[in-house]
């Protein structure tokens, strides 16, 4: 089910301050959601979870998830730059790119993050650049080779991301010449699954990996990161996975292959499932238009929130102060973009809707705003934190048409 945690009472609350559309954000849901992550994998005493930064690239938001002692994960040198500018430095951030740049690479040694590496030629470039620390974590693509320990993972074989578990040994050997003492791994096999055996499958595969190359190079396996890719409930008949399962479906793995040991980190980084749903994009119907189908046109579109344009995506949308109202009415509800897919929802059956309502598009908390470009020279909007306190806080002006010519030279 989608979130409906927050009432229309606390939308209200933001329209008095702010004009539509924004992003607001619940401080509370996304404490509490990561609160139950930390519980469930509770017992790993090295568990961290790293959120992934890309999922909501804000400031306020990633000091609320350090406070409740999350790393980050970086995926650029821009997301490096927002961690130092936080605070944040050595094991506080992953830093996991694919096609990494030297600098990048460089960058992230300076800042001492843990480096994933997608790929064995990565190792000369970072041992050119940057070096070659005592830890480093490698990014595993179990392609069908996975299918040893399950037989979910072949969909890895068209992914551009990892090694091939055939090359891991021969890298690690490389690295270790050049002075790595530990090592982790990392798997992303899955996206926006609400089914837990493949997220546990591949938690199997990367400890049995693990613990054989271990065995095989005579480094310490230090950690097993567990990447994101957990899914949240967009669709009302969408059910939410259930993290202390999949914990304990982990934690059963774990022992299995390491048996009593306990020395394992266990890292995550998850983004929509912590931010995802404690994300609402509010936006104003200021169009009705009546053709072959009915339309009703936003002040917001495909450039606030991509997802439902480029994957068909699905966001609930609520009609304020309509709760209750039959949905005896079907619509597209549509943005301004010149693009026939700029569209949030198709044939939707919706309550009535009068220029001037208020639509709250739900679970919007990751990939969203951040995924967010200016085709049409349409504007990225603000974001707003609702915090725990019931307080409202700009934490991202909208755009202007300065911001736009910014990197325009007009003269
Ligand atoms: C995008 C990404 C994540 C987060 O994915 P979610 O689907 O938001 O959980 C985590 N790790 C890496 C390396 C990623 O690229």
Same mark, same amino acid.
């Given at each position: 089910?989608?979130?409906?945690?927050?009432?229309?009472?606390?939308?209200?609350?933001? =329209?008095?301050?702010?004009?539509?559309?924004?992003?607001?954000?619940?401080?509370?849901?996304?404490?509490?959601?990561?609160?139950?992550?930390?519980?469930?994998?509770?017992?790993?005493?090295?568990?961290?979870?790293?959120?992934?930064?890309? @999922?909501?690239?804000?400031?306020?938001?990633?000091?609320?998830?350090?406070?409740? +002692?999350?790393?980050?994960?970086?995926?650029? /040198?821009?997301?490096?730059?927002?961690?130092?500018?936080?605070?944040?430095?050595?094991?506080?951030?992953?830093?996991?790119?694919? @096609?990494?740049?030297?600098?990048?690479?460089?960058?992230?040694?300076?800042?001492?993050?843990?480096?994933?590496?997608?790929?064995?030629?990565?190792?000369?470039?970072?041992?050119?650049?940057?070096?070659?620390?005592?830890?480093?974590?490698?990014?595993?693509?179990?392609?069908?080779?996975?299918?040893?320990?399950?037989?979910?993972?072949?969909?890895?074989?068209?992914?551009?991301?990892?090694?091939?578990?055939?090359?891991?040994?021969?890298?690690?050997?490389? =690295?270790?010449?050049?002075?790595?003492?530990?090592? +982790?791994?990392?798997?992303?096999?899955?996206?926006?699954?609400?089914?837990?055996?493949?997220?546990?499958?591949?938690?199997?595969? =990367?400890?049995?990996?693990?613990?054989?190359?271990?065995?095989? &190079?005579?480094?310490?396996?230090?950690?097993?990161?567990?990447?994101?890719?957990?899914?949240?409930?967009?669709?009302?008949?969408?059910?939410?996975?259930?993290?202390?399962?999949?914990?304990?479906?982990?934690?059963?793995?774990?022992?299995?292959?390491?048996?009593?040991?306990?020395?394992?980190?266990?890292? &995550?980084?998850?983004?929509?499932?912590?931010?995802?749903?404690?994300?609402?994009?509010?936006?104003?119907?200021?169009?009705?238009?009546?053709?072959?189908?009915?339309?009703?046109?936003?002040?917001?579109?495909?450039?606030?929130?991509?997802?439902?344009?480029?994957?068909?995506?699905?966001?609930?949308? &609520?009609?304020?102060?309509?709760?209750?109202?039959?949905?005896?009415?079907?619509?597209?509800?549509?943005?301004?973009?010149?693009?026939?897919?700029?569209?949030?929802?198709?044939?939707?059956?919706?309550?009535?809707?009068?220029?001037?309502?208020?639509?709250?598009?739900?679970?919007?908390?990751?990939? +969203?705003?951040?995924?967010?470009?200016?085709?049409?020279?349409?504007?990225?909007?603000?974001?707003?934190? /609702?915090?725990?306190?019931?307080?409202?806080?700009?934490?991202?002006?909208?755009?202007?048409?300065?911001?736009?010519?910014? &990197?325009?030279?007009?003269?």
């Amino acid at each position: 089910m989608p979130n409906f945690n927050l009432s229309d009472s606390v939308f209200e609350g933001a =329209l008095k301050r702010f004009p539509t559309p924004f992003y607001l954000y619940d401080e509370a849901g996304i404490v509490k959601t990561v609160r139950d992550v930390q519980s469930a994998f509770s017992w790993n005493k090295g568990f961290k979870e790293y959120y992934a930064v890309k @999922a909501l690239p804000n400031p306020e938001i990633l000091k609320i998830l350090m406070k409740e +002692g999350c790393g980050l994960d970086c995926s650029s /040198y821009t997301e490096l730059l927002m961690a130092q500018k936080l605070g944040a430095q050595g094991e506080d951030i992953m830093f996991s790119a694919n @096609a990494m740049p030297a600098f990048e690479l460089a960058f992230a040694a300076k800042l001492k993050a843990t480096i994933n590496l997608d790929d064995r030629s990565d190792v000369e470039l970072l041992h050119q650049n940057g070096g070659v620390p005592d830890l480093l974590s490698l990014r595993v693509n179990p392609g069908s080779e996975g299918k040893g320990h399950n037989n979910i993972m072949g969909g890895a074989l068209d992914a551009k991301f990892g090694w091939m578990p055939s090359q891991i040994k021969e890298g690690l050997m490389t =690295l270790k010449n050049l002075g790595l003492k530990r090592f +982790g791994l990392h798997a992303m096999t899955v996206s926006n699954t609400l089914n837990r055996d493949p997220w546990v499958h591949s938690a199997s595969y =990367l400890f049995h990996l693990g613990a054989e190359l271990e065995k095989e &190079t005579g480094l310490k396996l230090d950690f097993i990161n567990l990447s994101g890719g957990l899914g949240i409930p967009y669709k009302p008949e969408d059910k939410a996975v259930d993290i202390q399962k999949i914990g304990e479906e982990v934690r059963k793995a774990y022992q299995s292959a390491f048996g009593g040991r306990q020395d394992v980190r266990l890292f &995550t980084e998850l983004g929509r499932f912590v931010t995802g749903p404690h994300g609402f994009l509010v936006a104003r119907a200021i169009h009705k238009k009546e053709i072959w189908r009915d339309y009703i046109g936003l002040d917001a579109c495909a450039a606030n929130l991509m997802r439902p344009a480029i994957y068909g995506a699905y966001h609930h949308i &609520t009609v304020l102060n309509k709760k209750d109202a039959p949905k005896d009415k079907v619509y597209d509800v549509t943005g301004a973009l010149c693009e026939n897919n700029d569209k949030f929802a198709v044939n939707r059956a919706l309550p009535e809707i009068k220029i001037g309502d208020v639509l709250v598009i739900h679970d919007a908390g990751a990939h +969203g705003h951040s995924m967010g470009y200016q085709y049409n020279g349409r504007l990225r909007s603000a974001e707003i934190l /609702y915090t725990a306190e019931g307080d409202y806080r700009l934490i991202r002006r909208a755009e202007t048409p300065e911001d736009y010519f910014a &990197t325009l030279n007009l003269d």
